[in-house]
Structures are given as structure tokens and as C-alpha cells.
């Protein structure tokens, strides 16, 4: 089992930039793809981007070029860095692991594990 919890949010204006932080438990972190999902009220989860074990990195075109997703192994640690935030970029953030590590996912049904989310709200 593998728990992963998010930080980082809050109320920023637009323009703005935040960095959300993602600790997975458990020994296998380098081992995983991991992904960030996002979710607006009234919406469905929208795929973010993904970074795979490899360091390979996806984005959704929404957020390429604004969003860059990295990790920290050592820390069992995932980020994604938002600048030139948008109100449309208003959502709770999740982190995702992927243990089948073959192929990188943007679907969240592909993804085993979740974090609880963490708020991000762009005011304009």
C-alpha cells in the first residue's frame, strides 16, 4: 500500500505561481509513474501531466509551458510547479502513483494510488 500526500496549495492571484509538493510511504517510489490530476467543481478530473520512473515528463496542452512536473527520489517526493496561474486553473490537485510502470497514463482509472488533494484557488 503506498499513501501519498499533497502540499502546497492556496489562494494565489493570477499570475501567480505555487509549487505543490507529493511524499509517497513505502520503499518503491522511484519505481513508479506518478501523475497529477486536477478537479473543479462541477467537473470531471482532468489529467495534469505525468512524470514517468524514468523522469520523462506530459503535460496537458491546458497547462504546457506554465506547469513543469519533476521529482525527487531520495525524497520520495513528486512536485508540480505553477506559474502564470489562470482563475481556470481553479481546482483541488491530486497526486497519483502508477505502479505499471510500461506505459505512462493520462487516464486516473489507470492510476492505483491517490492523494487526499490539496485546494489551489486563482483569483483574477
Known amino acids: 500500500q503506498v499513501q501519498l500526500v499533497e502540499s502546497g496549495g492556496g489562494l494565489v492571484q493570477a499570475g501567480d505561481s505555487l509549487r505543490l509538493s507529493c511524499v509517497a510511504s513505502?520503499?518503491?517510489?522511484?519505481?513508479?509513474?506518478m501523475g497529477w490530476f486536477r478537479q473543479a467543481p462541477g467537473k470531471e478530473r482532468d489529467f495534469v501531466g505525468a512524470?514517468?520512473?524514468?523522469?520523462?515528463?506530459y503535460y496537458a496542452d491546458s497547462v504546457k509551458g506554465r506547469f513543469t512536473i519533476s521529482r525527487d527520489n531520495a525524497k520520495n517526493t513528486v512536485f508540480l510547479q505553477m506559474n502564470s496561474l489562470r482563475p481556470e486553473d481553479t481546482a483541488v490537485y491530486y497526486c497519483?502513483?502508477?505502479?505499471?510502470?510500461?506505459?505512462?497514463?493520462?487516464?486516473?482509472?489507470?492510476?492505483?494510488?491517490w492523494g487526499q488533494g490539496t485546494q489551489v484557488t486563482v483569483s483574477s
Open positions: 512524470i514517468s520512473w524514468t523522469g520523462t515528463t
Open positions: 513505502g520503499r518503491f517510489f522511484r519505481s513508479y509513474n
Open positions: 497519483a502513483a502508477d505502479q505499471n510502470t510500461g506505459v505512462v497514463h493520462s487516464r486516473g482509472n489507470d492510476y492505483e494510488y
